[in-house]
């Protein structure tokens, strides 16, 4: 495994990371006082092992993005695919119910409610399209 000796794969790796874990802690409520919360129960268990496994495979699809990018090997569709599954994966850890008022500003509370029934496909959605990219982007033996 190549990749793992590469600043190409962990650089990218650790700062998506950092970003992602940074987003979701505020996305979630664990920032405190420090940023204004959004208004939602707090997590369950599978939100955060939810959570979890997403930041982690998101930042390896980043760091393996970046390190087949600098091979000239990435393949079509695997960043895309990457790419929709983090917005998605953003979309299933919102609490439609509990965002009503304060998105019904942009004019898109409709839609979410519409998606509530819906978040628990979504998040087996959002995770096999991680793991198919995953998979792609995942450097073969020469």
């Known amino acids: 495994?190549?990749?793992?000796?590469?600043?190409?794969?962990?650089r990218p790796?650790?700062?998506?990371?950092?970003?992602?874990?940074?987003?979701?802690?505020?996305?979630l409520g664990?920032?405190?006082?420090?940023?204004?919360?959004?208004?939602?129960?707090?997590?369950?268990?599978?939100?955060l092992i939810y959570t979890c496994v997403l930041i982690l495979i998101l930042s390896l699809d980043?760091?393996?993005?970046?390190?087949?990018?600098?091979?000239?090997t990435c393949p079509v569709g695997a960043k895309r695919a990457s790419t929709i599954a983090g917005s998605l994966?953003?979309?299933?850890?919102?609490?439609?119910?509990?965002?009503l008022i304060p998105?019904?500003?942009?004019?898109i509370s409709l839609s979410l409610t519409f998606l509530a029934p819906?978040?628990?496909l979504l998040r087996v959605i959002v995770m096999f399209l991680l793991v198919v990219s995953t998979l792609m982007l995942w450097p073969k033996k020469s």
């Open 103 to 107: 998105i019904s500003l942009f004019g």
């Open 62 to 72: 980043a760091g393996l993005v970046f390190f087949r990018l600098k091979l000239g």
């Open 1 to 10: 495994m190549t990749f793992l000796q590469s600043k190409n794969f962990w």
């Open 118 to 120: 819906f978040l628990p």
């Open 89 to 99: 994966g953003v979309v299933t850890l919102l609490c439609p119910a509990c965002l």
């Open 30 to 47: 664990y920032m405190g006082d420090l940023l204004p919360r959004l208004s939602r129960p707090s997590p369950t268990q599978f939100e």
């Open 13 to 27: 790796f650790s700062i998506s990371a950092v970003l992602l874990s940074t987003f979701f802690a505020w996305e």
